[in-house]
């Protein structure tokens, strides 16, 4: 497969999960990877706290927005990934181009509850289950994978994480 990969990162809101899985797939890509992300119903604006998770780690955010995939009809992207969480009853986008896809279920911390240092916890997690999914997807020779392997990898880095 040609890099750099293209990429887009679907959920609901595109405020929080695929915000994250974006910047963090454009950083540690080096180049090999290129990402996108938006929503099925997005909520039109980035959670400050998805921006605050990234900046205290050092990942640069560029100026994210949060987007229609309406609004990319047409695009091609090697592989789509869902990170809307099923599993808690959240409705995931369904991307309706003959595309690669894999499904990363990762709890929505947008509706996290608490005082700050709670929610900026679930936070946290939220960055840290992105993180280690995308730097083993980093970690393959994507240079050397055809679409079917792609897909199968990210379906395989998902289940070694063993969530949703």
Same mark, same amino acid.
Request: glycine content about 10%; overall charge negative; charged content about 25%.
């Given at each position: 497969?040609?890099?750099? $990969?293209?990429?887009?990162?679907? !959920?609901?809101?595109?405020? !929080? ?19 996108? *992300? ?10 400050? @706290?998805?921006? #605050?998770?990234?900046?205290? +780690?050092? $990942?640069? =955010? ?20 869902? =990170? !809307?969480?099923? #599993?808690?009853?959240? *409705? !995931? ?8 896809? *894999? +499904? ?5 911390? #947008? ?10 916890? =679930? ?5 840290? @289950?992105?993180?280690?999914? $995308?730097?083993?997807? =980093? ?12 897909? #199968? ?12």
């Amino acid at each position: 497969m040609a890099t750099p $990969i293209k990429l887009l990162f679907l !959920c609901t809101g595109n405020s !929080c999960r695929s915000i994250i899985a974006e910047a963090l797939a454009n950083h540690l890509g080096g180049g090999r990877i290129r990402a996108a *992300s938006a929503g099925s119903r997005p909520s039109g604006q980035v959670h400050p @706290r998805a921006l #605050a998770v990234l900046e205290r +780690h050092g $990942i640069p =955010v560029g100026e994210p927005s949060s987007k229609s995939m309406d609004d990319l009809e047409g695009e091609h992207f090697d592989a789509i990934v869902t =990170v !809307c969480d099923a #599993a808690a009853g959240e *409705s !995931c986008p369904v991307w309706l181009a003959d595309t690669a896809k *894999s +499904h990363w279920g990762i709890p929505d911390p #947008a509706i996290a509850e608490g005082d700050d240092a709670a929610i900026d916890t =679930v936070f946290e997690a939220t960055y840290e @289950r992105l993180r280690g999914r $995308i730097e083993d997807l =980093v970690a393959l020779d994507l240079e050397d994978l055809n679409a079917l392997g792609l897909t #199968a990898s990210l379906q395989k880095i998902h289940r070694s994480h063993g969530e949703h």
